[in-house]
């Protein structure tokens, strides 16, 4: 019995979330074995050449010549805030954080969009949006303090704002990538493409461009192919077939409780109570600013 195009968005954004839940624990290994700029540049030219085999086998390399002069020098410009900046920024916090830590505060890119959206996009901010900021960011304290809100120190200030530094350049990236009317994962592919020269000479300047682990090799493919390739493709899909782009877009939610249990089993990590309880306001309130956004578009 063939599956119906809602069967199939639910396989394919299941498959999505099922890998992007991987990923932390990917981000924390590799760098067991690369330095922040060794893993991005790495991962960067995996994922050059899995967006590459994706647009071969669907046939849109075509549309690559439908981008005049100007399209390109906006994909390199697009390119410099992802992949460039924001996994510069993602993976240093992944180097000086725990996994746990690192994942969720990172997951509140969502609510940073919203707050940016208000002088960028013009857009209004209501009492649901702030009361979302506020319960998300009371998350992001109870996870940097590890519980202990009432010392108010952090577990390691650096990292805590690389994560959250992370999702203010996504959250442009974002914002700057909804006027590009190109087809998404032929505009990825540029991205990746034009930042890979700027991340080589970086990496070369100030780490090594040489995979010093075949560990850390193999840990670099699997970010460039799941992370930053397939995955992005497998959600597309998704959003495509599915009838209900509310219903399908929830199941995003159960990601980072997934990745919490793949850090403990793959990392090592010790889940903390505190990381559990910020995780949950954290999801909570990207919960009450999505169904706040799709009450003001309908």
Request: hydrophobic share 55%; charged share 10%.
């Amino acid at each position: 019995m063939p599956l119906t195009r809602q069967q199939k968005a639910y396989l394919y954004a299941g498959a999505a979330v099922l890998l992007w839940s991987t990923v932390a624990s990917a981000f924390k290994l590799s760098l067991r074995h690369f330095t922040p700029l060794q893993l991005l540049l790495w991962a960067d030219v995996a994922s050059v050449f899995c967006l590459a085999a994706i647009l071969a086998v669907s046939g849109k390399f075509r549309l690559l010549w439908t981008y005049s002069g100007q399209d390109l020098l906006r994909a390199a410009g697009l390119g410099i805030l992802n992949p460039f900046l924001y996994y510069i920024i993602l993976f240093a916090a992944y180097d000086l954080l725990p996994a746990q830590e690192a994942q969720p505060l990172n997951y509140t890119w969502a609510i940073t969009l919203s707050l940016l959206a208000v002088p960028l996009l013009k857009q209004p901010i209501g009492g649901r949006e702030l009361a979302a900021i506020f319960i998300s960011y009371l998350g992001v304290v109870v996870i940097s303090t590890r519980g202990d809100l009432l010392a108010m120190q952090f577990s390691n200030g650096p990292g805590v704002a690389m994560a959250l530094g992370s999702t203010v350049v996504w959250a442009l990236y974002w914002i700057c990538s909804t006027r590009d009317h190109h087809d998404p994962v032929t505009g990825l592919f540029l991205n990746f493409l034009f930042a890979l020269p700027i991340i080589a000479i970086t990496c070369a300047v100030f780490s090594d461009p040489r995979p010093s682990s075949v560990y850390g090799l193999m840990g670099a493919a699997y970010v460039g192919v799941f992370e930053m390739g397939i995955t992005f493709v497998l959600w597309l899909n998704a959003m495509k077939l599915t009838s209900s782009t509310s219903r399908v877009s929830t199941l995003i939610f159960f990601s980072p409780f997934l990745s919490l249990v793949f850090i403990h089993l793959l990392v090592g990590e010790m889940i903390r109570t505190s990381t559990i309880a910020g995780l949950v306001l954290i999801v909570a309130g990207s919960l009450i600013q999505q169904t706040s956004a799709t009450k003001t578009t309908h």
